[in-house]
Each structure stands twice: as structure tokens, then as C-alpha cells.
């Protein structure tokens, strides 16, 4: 079946999104560091499974060895599924995630949501940023310029408007990543036909 997969670090809003999309109430708050199975959902409509994998990250309280599981689970399912994955969704909290990204940039190391970014690339999965919590982000055009600089896309960000979606999904605001994922989705659709 076609899928539609979100992956993101704890917190960032993936459940709410999760939430928005499908019309599904999904466990939010859980907690933190249970490494869980992939949820599958229906979105809307259409004929697309949603699925939601496990946070990852910092989580007080959580064993270093469960996180470094639920990171490995998360790439394999990606690896083992890569095929039928038509769209990933990388979920941030644009209120945070580009001082997470720089404290954890150096001369050895990539942080793991820019890591998965590629990843995504790696595998043929079409990439989309969902930037949440933009309703706590005063300077819009400046922040999403940096989201795109760390992930390895030029700024000006709207020149990257089917990647990269500005949301604030607690607030129901999601049509940014809703066009952006119909764009890959039907831009799919219409190669199938082919
Ligand atoms: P998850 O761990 O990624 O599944 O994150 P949750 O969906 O549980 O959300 C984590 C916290 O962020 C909750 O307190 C949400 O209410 C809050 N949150 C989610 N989306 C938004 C948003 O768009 N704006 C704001 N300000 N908070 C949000």
C-alpha cells in the first residue's frame, strides 16, 4: 500500500499532527523512551496509510541503550520499507530545532534529525519538513531560512515550498504540509499511470 511516514524527535507535535491528519486520537504525552511499534492510520480519505514512529532523542529519564534502540528501529523500518514509503515527514519544533541541530554539529558529528534528512534522500523517499509550533516563532522567514541551511537546502526557504511546511498543527494550522505532501502523492500517482 502507499505510505506516508512521520519520524521526529520526542515533543515535537507528532501526535497532534498525527491527530490533525487522520482524524485518529493517538496516545500523545506517552511515555517517553516506550519503544512502541509503528502505528498505522488512514488518512482521511484517501488511500493512504499514515505511519508514526517512535520519537527519539533526548528524554529524561530514558536509558541511553533504549535510545540508541528506538533510533536503530526507526532506520531499519525505513531501510526495510523504503519501497512502499512514498512520502517522509520529518516532523521539527521550529522553535527549537535549530539550536538542537548547532549544539550538536561538530568536526564527527551530524545530528540525528540531519542524518535522518538524508536518509530519506538516501532511501528515494520523498522528504517533507513539517517546521511545527511556528506559533511560537516570531521570526518566520528568517527561522525557516535556517531549518533549509542545515538541511543542506539553499535559502531563500519558499524555494523549497513542497519540502519544507511551516505548521502549527495544535492550532489545526497544517495546510502548508497537507500541499506539500498531495504535491509528492500526486505527483506519484500520475508517474504510476505512466
Ligand atoms: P510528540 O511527542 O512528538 O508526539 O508530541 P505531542 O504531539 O505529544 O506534542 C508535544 C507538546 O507540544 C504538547 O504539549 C503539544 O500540545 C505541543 N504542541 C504540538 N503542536 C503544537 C503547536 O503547533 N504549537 C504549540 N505551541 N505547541 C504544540
Known amino acids: 500500500s502507499d505510505e506516508v511516514v512521520l519520524v521526529g524527535r520526542s515533543n515535537v507535535g507528532k501526535s497532534t499532527l498525527m491527530r490533525e491528519i487522520t482524524g485518529h486520537s493517538v496516545a500523545t504525552g506517552q511515555k517517553p523512551g516506550v519503544t512502541?511499534?509503528?502505528?498505522?492510520?488512514?488518512?482521511?480519505?484517501?488511500?493512504?496509510v499514515v505511519t508514526d514512529l517512535p520519537g527519539f532523542g533526548f528524554m529524561s529519564g530514558v536509558e541511553d541503550d533504549v535510545r540508541e534502540r528506538i533510533k536503530t528501529d526507526v532506520v531499519r523500518y525505513l531501510e526495510d520499507n523504503a519501497d512502499d514509503i512514498m512520502v517522509g515527514v520529518l516532523v521539527l519544533d521550529g522553535k527549537a530545532a535549530v539550536d538542537i541541530i548547532d549544539r550538536h554539529t561538530s568536526d564527527d558529528e551530524i545530528p540525528h534529525v540531519v542524518e535522518l534528512f538524508y536518509l530519506l534522500q538516501d532511501l528515494d523517499i520523498q522528504p517533507v519538513v513539517a517546521v511545527n509550533k511556528m506559533d511560537k516563532v516570531d521570526d518566520?522567514?528568517?527561522?525557516?531560512?535556517?531549518?533549509?541551511?542545515?538541511?543542506?537546502?539553499?535559502?531563500?526557504?519558499?524555494?523549497?515550498?513542497?519540502?519544507?511546511?511551516?505548521?502549527?498543527?495544535?492550532?489545526?494550522?497544517t495546510s502548508a504540509f497537507d500541499d506539500a505532501v498531495r504535491t509528492h502523492l500526486d505527483a506519484e500517482k500520475r508517474d504510476d499511470l505512466k
Open 140 to 173: 518566520r522567514d528568517e527561522r525557516l531560512n535556517d531549518v533549509a541551511d542545515r538541511l543542506g537546502l539553499h535559502p531563500p526557504w519558499k524555494q523549497w515550498q513542497d519540502t519544507i511546511a511551516p505548521i502549527a498543527a495544535k492550532h489545526g494550522r
Open 36 to 48: 512502541r511499534k509503528p502505528n498505522h492510520y488512514d488518512w482521511a480519505s484517501d488511500d493512504f
